[in-house]
């Protein structure tokens, strides 16, 4: 399978706001302490991005949102979600990772920024709307699609931001943006993915998702016990498991739950 598409807009012509992310180890005070104990954080040297996508893989827990959280905090995001303007704190639960990284940063400085994380979507919902009520736009809700996010599903909110809030020419980081969207809605983010890639923008975004990992101008890394290492998209278990599945599921539910069927035979 061809991982780069030439035919791609952007494709040539981009270029690396971040280049980047190292960790300054000598800072460190503790590598048996969060969030330095955790394996991939514990190994990380020097991160390279891609100038279009760089997919952050890997099991829960190995460290992925901790990562993604520390860029965002670097580059001035709300720790929980939001761009630049948005400084509000529900959880003070941020690692302090971000103290001991460096990130290097490329060509050109970008005109907007976001961190979009799945899990507290629903609080940088409630802020940007407090933000709308408090200055209010001549077309209410305008950057979300013309209705609150609140009354659209999570989903629908996800995308409808993902569509009019973020601008190009931009820094993103998704933290699974997966989570909310049907399959359809996937092969929408990934459309969309690409416009902010031909509008000159970057993104890195950690994902479990096999349909947004393939995108073609991408680099993925995947965390594990053994540290971060690249890999290539027909490796990933995320690919692998999920062909081996629909290829056939018969077999697999076979093997699945036949061992389930020889615990409850042997209790029996
Ligand atoms: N605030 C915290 N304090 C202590 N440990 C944490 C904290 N947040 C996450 N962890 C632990 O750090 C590891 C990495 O978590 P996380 O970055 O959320 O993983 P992922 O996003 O890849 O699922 C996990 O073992 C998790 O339990
Ligand atoms: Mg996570």
Redesign the pocket.
Same mark, same amino acid.
Do not use: W
């Given at each position: 399978m061809h991982r780069s598409n030439p035919h791609a807009k952007g494709h040539l012509s981009q270029r690396s706001f971040l280049n980047a992310v190292r960790l300054e180890r000598d800072r460190v005070q503790n590598f048996a302490a969060?969030?330095f104990c955790?394996p991939a954080i514990q190994r990380l040297q020097r991160l390279e991005f891609h100038p279009a996508v760089t997919f952050l893989v $890997?099991?829960? $827990? #190995? $460290?992925? #949102? !901790? =990562?993604l959280e520390a860029i965002a905090v670097k580059l001035g995001c709300n720790a929980e979600g939001g761009g630049s303007g948005l400084q509000f704190a529900t959880h003070d !639960?941020h690692?302090p990772l971000h103290r001991c990284l460096v990130l290097e940063r490329g060509g050109g400085t970008p005109s907007d920024r976001f961190f979009l994380r799945a899990e507290s979507f629903y609080n940088v919902a409630s802020e940007l709307e407090k933000i709308e009520a408090e200055f209010p736009s001549r077309i209410p809700f305008e950057a979300y699609g013309g209705k609150s996010l609140h009354a659209q599903s999570h989903g629908e909110a996800f995308l409808s931001l993902l569509n009019n809030r973020l601008q190009g020419n931009g820094i993103y980081l998704f933290?699974e943006p997966e989570s909310a969207l049907s399959p359809q809605r996937q092969l929408s983010a990934l459309t969309l993915l690409h416009r902010l890639v031909c509008e000159h923008s970057q993104l890195v975004i950690?994902t479990h998702s096999p349909l947004l990992l393939a995108y073609p101008q991408a680099k993925i890394y995947q =965390?594990s016990e053994a540290g971060i290492a690249e890999i290539r998209y027909t490796d990933t278990e995320h690919y692998q498991i999920t062909r081996d599945f629909l290829n056939q599921p018969e077999r697999m539910l076979d093997i699945l739950l036949s061992s389930q069927d020889d615990d409850l035979k042997s209790q029996t």
């Amino acid at each position: 399978m061809h991982r780069s598409n030439p035919h791609a807009k952007g494709h040539l012509s981009q270029r690396s706001f971040l280049n980047a992310v190292r960790l300054e180890r000598d800072r460190v005070q503790n590598f048996a302490a969060y969030p330095f104990c955790v394996p991939a954080i514990q190994r990380l040297q020097r991160l390279e991005f891609h100038p279009a996508v760089t997919f952050l893989v $890997g099991e829960n $827990g #190995s $460290g992925k #949102s !901790t =990562l993604l959280e520390a860029i965002a905090v670097k580059l001035g995001c709300n720790a929980e979600g939001g761009g630049s303007g948005l400084q509000f704190a529900t959880h003070d !639960t941020h690692s302090p990772l971000h103290r001991c990284l460096v990130l290097e940063r490329g060509g050109g400085t970008p005109s907007d920024r976001f961190f979009l994380r799945a899990e507290s979507f629903y609080n940088v919902a409630s802020e940007l709307e407090k933000i709308e009520a408090e200055f209010p736009s001549r077309i209410p809700f305008e950057a979300y699609g013309g209705k609150s996010l609140h009354a659209q599903s999570h989903g629908e909110a996800f995308l409808s931001l993902l569509n009019n809030r973020l601008q190009g020419n931009g820094i993103y980081l998704f933290d699974e943006p997966e989570s909310a969207l049907s399959p359809q809605r996937q092969l929408s983010a990934l459309t969309l993915l690409h416009r902010l890639v031909c509008e000159h923008s970057q993104l890195v975004i950690a994902t479990h998702s096999p349909l947004l990992l393939a995108y073609p101008q991408a680099k993925i890394y995947q =965390l594990s016990e053994a540290g971060i290492a690249e890999i290539r998209y027909t490796d990933t278990e995320h690919y692998q498991i999920t062909r081996d599945f629909l290829n056939q599921p018969e077999r697999m539910l076979d093997i699945l739950l036949s061992s389930q069927d020889d615990d409850l035979k042997s209790q029996t």
